[in-house]
């Protein structure tokens, strides 16, 4: 089945320390976006990534961190340093093709992290 | 700046329409999105509009444009107590499927 994974679902962290969320797609997809969602917000851009080796900062990208060294692969270190890191965060890839009207961004279903 | 607004809470009768509405600052934004969210899950893409078109119809779901007002709105006909969830409008800005999101209109369907 083709999709986009993330793992885990639920993680939780104790203060000072860093942890790595995964993201994985298998579908073939250039570009990748970590999002992250806080009640009664909209989704806020932390990092993406159009191609491997390459990535941008989003709209919060302070105290994230990521690497794209493969094409699959997206994952998000939220460090120390994130003040605030109680999130859900979902991850996305997305395919632009030459006909307009062929352009989607798919989703994970997303990692709850706690700060405890 | 960007910025996407939308109401929060809607509150419809199971068979009665919806209609969640949305605005947007950026005049350029080339797609106009809507996803749902069910609790505890990821976004699922509904539909989108493409910003020369007024209007899009696909199954229940009618996305209406007004690019003159920057104004997004998703109509659900025949709304079912399977709709309730979260709501989610999004602008494509800076090209690449880079998303401004909405803060969310929760959707409850009551019998």
């Known amino acids: 089945d083709g999709g986009i994974t993330q793992s885990p679902k639920y993680l939780f962290r104790k203060e000072g320390q860093n942890v790595t969320l995964s993201c994985e797609q298998n579908l073939n997809h250039d570009a990748m976006y970590w999002y992250r969602q806080d009640p009664g917000q909209g989704l806020r851009l932390i990092y993406y990534s159009q191609i491997v080796n390459d990535f941008q900062k989003g709209d919060i990208a302070e105290g994230y961190s990521v690497s794209r060294e493969k094409k699959e692969s997206f994952p998000l270190t939220v460090t120390s340093a994130q003040k605030n890191p109680t999130a859900f965060y979902l991850c996305?890839?997305?395919?632009?093709?030459?006909?307009?009207?062929?352009?989607?961004?798919?989703f994970g279903q997303g990692t709850r992290l706690t700060v405890v | 700046g960007e910025d996407v607004e939308q109401s929060l809470f809607l509150s419809v009768r199971e068979g009665d329409s919806s209609v969640i509405n949305c605005t947007y600052t950026?005049?350029?934004?080339?797609?106009l999105y809507w996803y749902k969210q069910e609790p505890g899950a990821g976004l699922q893409l509904l539909t989108y509009?493409?910003?020369?078109?007024d209007m899009k119809q696909d199954q229940r779901l009618t996305v209406l444009l007004n690019k003159k007002d920057k104004h997004l709105s998703l109509r659900i006909a025949d709304t079912q107590t399977g709709d309730s969830a979260i709501y989610f409008c999004a602008e494509e800005t800076g090209g690449y499927n880079k998303l401004i999101f909405g803060a969310g209109t929760r959707l409850a369907v009551h019998p």
């Open positions: 996305a890839s997305s395919i632009r093709t030459v006909e307009w009207d062929d352009t989607e961004a798919f």
């Open positions: 509009i493409f910003s020369n078109m």
């Open positions: 950026d005049s350029s934004s080339t797609y």
